[in-house]
């Protein structure tokens, strides 16, 4: 086929063309809208509103460094194991499943659903103990979750973050978060 | 606002370099292999000047550690065409990394040659990985890096500060090279606060900065009795 062929059955087909290039456009926006990104699956159906409501536990029992540090830290088997240790205490099979890790002495492989990159500096203790903000503003409403966050609920971006710095009069001077 | 200074007190500096290595420690600051060092792209944010004096056999050596100025009136910044590098209110000059294109502006308007550029990706022995310093991130090729004055470190002083409600104390923010120099020749300290180690020495009349000609008005201030 020579060019001048080509051309004549472009010109012929635009219609057909402009139809299927229209279509996998909107294709790709509906999939951009409402495709699931990657759903974070955790090891253990984790339940928050359980252990807050029958286990009277509040944040900082689990997460002991929410307060003091930098890192709020997520609880593995030493933390789990304070109450789940030889008879389960419930009828559950997620039960079962962390028994199996705390028999073994395996850590619970928990993915992280909140992340800052490394050359971000974010200090939980700055916001909780000192600025007095509530969890439920950067992570929902944990305490009614019967199941892990599949998504993160607020996004810890860059504007996110100066958002509420400027809502606050905080600085939003580069080198306060940036190192 | 305070206004973070340093000063050197070469009466006292023996030369030894232990800041040199503290700094390298502090600041993940990456390690090029002889061949890439040979090509001069030795990676420091703390220098060391040496100066030789005298003629053959008769030579005296001078070594003056030389971290960023920290300028107020900083060359560097001007010609970033990012905003990368940048003075901030308390008058730190810094230097984000993922902002920072690598055209290398700012290596060449700083007179003190402070900056350096990583022309590596860098590499890590497994034995270093364990004693990376968490609290700075490592940089990737092709982005300047300098001296922050361990800004890292005034974050967790102010956090300090701010939880126990009170000022930041003199001497409680203080980098790396400071804390580690044996000879304790090194200090640190707010410029604004009259009181300060580091304004009293920054009066003293064997204060002097480099290049002062230049109009950069450095914050670090040398002291010696010569010169």
Redesign the interface.
């Given at each position: 086929m020579n060019v001048i062929d080509l051309r004549k059955t472009i010109k012929k087909n635009s219609k057909r063309i402009l139809i299927a290039l229209s279509a996998v456009i909107v294709l790709a926006m509906v999939w951009e809208i409402f495709g699931a990104p990657n759903a974070i699956i955790q090891p253990i159906n984790y339940n928050h509103k359980l252990h807050i409501e029958k286990a009277k536990l509040t944040c900082v029992d689990c997460h002991l460094f929410v307060e003091t540090m930098a890192a709020a830290t997520i609880p593995n088997i030493e933390v789990c194991s304070d109450c789940h240790s030889g008879e389960p205490l419930s009828k559950s099979p997620e039960e079962v499943k962390l028994l199996k890790y705390i028999e073994s002495g395996k850590r619970i492989p928990w993915k992280k659903i909140y992340s800052v990159?490394?050359?971000v500096?974010f200090?939980h203790?700055?916001h909780v103990?000192?600025g007095e903000i509530k969890c439920i503003q950067c992570h929902g409403n944990v305490q009614e979750l019967t199941e892990p966050a599949s998504h993160p609920l607020w996004l810890a971006t860059m504007k996110n973050c100066i958002k509420c710095h400027k809502e606050n009069k905080v600085t939003y001077?580069?080198?306060?978060c940036?190192? | 606002m305070p206004k973070w200074a340093m000063a050197i007190d070469l009466d006292k500096c023996t030369g030894c370099g232990d800041c040199m290595a503290a700094c390298k420690l502090e600041n993940n600051v990456a390690i090029v292999d002889a061949e890439q060092a040979a090509d001069d792209r030795v990676m420091l944010w703390m220098d060391m000047m040496t100066i030789y004096e005298g003629e053959y056999p008769n030579i005296k050596l001078k070594r003056i550690p030389k971290p960023c100025f920290h300028c107020d009136n900083p060359p560097c910044i001007k010609v970033c065409p990012v905003h990368a590098t940048y003075k901030n209110e308390e008058g730190l000059v810094a230097q984000i990394y993922n902002r920072c294109i690598g055209c290398r502006y700012c290596m060449a308007a700083c007179p003190y040659t402070a900056k350096v550029f990583n022309w590596y990706e860098p590499e890590w022995a497994d034995e270093f990985k364990t004693c990376m310093n968490p609290d700075v991130s490592l940089r990737m090729k092709g982005v300047v890096e300098k001296c922050s004055f361990c800004a890292h470190r005034l974050q967790k002083v102010k956090e300090n500060a701010r939880a126990d409600d009170r000022e930041i104390s003199d001497g409680e923010y203080s980098p790396a090279c400071a804390d580690s120099c044996p000879a304790e020749a090194i200090f640190f300290g707010d410029l604004e606060n009259k009181e300060s180690k580091v304004f009293k020495l920054s009066n003293s009349p064997r204060a002097f900065r480099e290049l002062e000609d230049l109009g950069t008005i450095p914050k670090v201030f040398y002291l010696s009795e010569k010169e």
């Open positions: 990159p490394a050359h500096y200090s203790r700055r103990t000192i001077d580069c080198l306060a940036h190192h | -």
